[in-house]
């Protein structure tokens, strides 16, 4: 198997998204690879009908700018060198998938949390990116 030369590491923001850059950072050295980091805002007004005090576009600009610092702040902590960070709005697995191919990526790393009951039958977005990717897809279990 030849070495990856360029990853997209799926950061959610959560607690969990440290084990995910981790996962990838690891593997990016081990494959002497570079690293685009994602994060994608997936904003949904409360009241789509209703009119709302902060227009929607200025709502979306300050969830991305909180979320470009989060992610510099991961990548000072965990000192992920030859990181691109990266920050879409949009569809998540529309924008994965979209940024993947944009930037010719070829491993996504992703993380994946253990399903139970009815959970099992929505379509979560690691399966949507397993099935859709044109490229390796790895998933980390997260605690």
Aim: glycine share 4%.
């Amino acid at each position: 198997m030849a070495g990856y030369q360029k990853l997209l590491v799926l950061l959610d923001l959560s607690d969990d998204s440290e084990q995910v850059a981790i996962a990838g950072r690891d593997l990016a050295a081990y494959s002497n690879a570079s690293i685009v980091a994602l994060h994608v805002v997936e904003f949904v007004p409360v009241e789509p009908m209703g009119e709302s005090l902060m227009p929607t576009v200025q709502i979306e600009d300050e969830l991305v700018k909180r979320s470009h610092e989060k992610l510099n702040d991961l990548r000072a902590r965990l000192g992920l060198t030859r990181t691109t960070l990266r920050v879409e709005a949009g569809n998540t697995k529309a924008e994965i998938l979209r940024v993947a191919e944009e930037e010719r990526v070829d491993l996504i790393v992703v993380g994946s949390r253990e399903r139970h009951g009815l959970a099992i039958l929505v379509n979560f977005t690691e399966d949507t990116v397993l099935h859709a990717a044109q490229c390796d897809v790895l998933a980390v279990r997260l605690r």
